[in-house]
């Protein structure tokens, strides 16, 4: 029983058919329309009401013939027949779950850096059984780090995304999206490379193949929050180049005393106080984040 001291819980708000006629119509106010667009993403039969109030409208022929450019650019086959509640239940919804999230992370998977973490894995492979050469594993965990930053830099923005006008613009659009597709970076990095590493010929004294994870993850995270002040390919380029200065210039400076890499890699990757201070760096880049998210929401001009 409710006390009298507490409120009633308010009913969930859905749209209503008058509020989808005049989103259809462009004649919704702004905060309304925003609001709606937030609340059809999880809220399927109004996405269903929405979607067939625009249908029915003027854009509909036009609306009608890019979802089927869409689908077939994604290679959407058609669904079997199905009852008509299954069917309105997901008519707001033209693209499959897959297709949505392929829409999502795709540049992040279709970018030609998956080509050059391939060929770096190929080439470290090569040089190690290859060539012999003693060194391949160093060369593979200098590298580890920043690769990543590559996936970033061409998976989100003007640059990157034929839609990025109209992404950035909704809900969905801005640090929701540019993380999405950076966890879709994440997700093919970090296993190839590890993987990688740890299959290459060990060296005495060398850090361990998953030791690059935590620069790796705070380079990442540093290439978004100074991203938020100057674009993610500058940031990108900034950090990655600084990275290899800083890391591959001792390599090569200390080919016959270090072979094997591993009195040079130790200092930024072996230790509690080396991994340590990696730990507190994504943080504190992750809580500058959080404070420059608001910069991801507006379109990028650089």
């Keep these: 029983m409710t006390?009298?001291?507490?409120?009633?819980?308010?009913?969930?708000?859905?749209?209503?058919?008058?509020?989808?006629?005049?989103?259809?119509?462009?004649?919704?106010?702004?905060?309304?329309?925003?609001?709606?667009?937030k609340h059809v993403e999880s809220c399927s039969p109004c996405a269903g009401r929405v979607s067939a109030a625009v249908r029915a409208g003027a854009a509909g022929p036009a609306l009608a013939a890019v979802r089927a450019d869409l689908l077939a650019a994604v290679g959407h086959r058609p669904a079997p027949a199905r009852a008509p509640a299954a069917a309105s239940v997901s008519a707001g919804h033209p693209l499959g779950r897959g297709a949505r999230l392929w829409w999502a992370a795709g540049p992040a998977l279709r970018g030609s850096w998956v080509v050059a973490v391939?060929?770096?894995?190929?080439?470290?492979?090569?040089?190690?059984?290859?060539?012999?050469?003693?060194?391949?594993r160093s060369w593979l965990l200098a590298a580890s780090p920043v690769l990543p930053l590559a996936g970033v830099a061409v998976s989100y923005g003007r640059h990157a995304d034929p839609l990025y006008e109209i992404t950035a613009a909704t809900p969905s659009g801005g640090l929701r999206l540019l993380l999405t597709r950076t966890a879709?970076?994440?997700a093919v990095c970090v296993p190839l490379l590890t993987a990688g590493g740890a299959l290459l010929p060990p060296v005495a004294g060398f850090p361990g193949a998953a030791a690059w994870l935590l620069p790796g993850l705070a380079l990442t995270l540093a290439t978004l929050a100074l991203g938020s002040f100057v674009g993610c390919r500058a940031a990108a380029a900034t950090l990655?180049?600084?990275w290899l200065l800083?890391?591959?210039?001792?390599?090569?400076?200390?080919?016959?005393?270090?072979?094997?890499?591993?009195?040079?890699?130790?200092?930024?990757?072996?230790g509690p106080v080396a991994q340590g201070s990696w730990a507190a760096a994504a943080l504190a880049c992750a809580a500058l984040l959080v404070l420059r998210r608001r910069s991801f929401d507006h379109l990028e001009t650089r």
């Excluded at 890391?247 to 009195?263: C, M, S, Y």
């Design 240 to 242: 990655a180049g600084g």
């Design 3 to 37: 006390s009298p001291t507490s409120s009633p819980t308010p009913p969930p708000w859905h749209v209503s058919d008058a509020l989808a006629l005049r989103y259809a119509q462009g004649a919704a106010p702004e905060t309304d329309a925003w609001s709606l667009e």
């Design 118 to 136: 391939a060929l770096v894995l190929g080439g470290a492979f090569a040089l190690a059984y290859g060539a012999g050469l003693q060194g391949a």
């Design 184 to 186: 879709a970076v994440l």
């Design 246 to 270: 800083a890391v591959t210039g001792p390599l090569l400076g200390q080919p016959g005393t270090d072979p094997g890499g591993a009195a040079v890699l130790s200092r930024y990757f072996s």
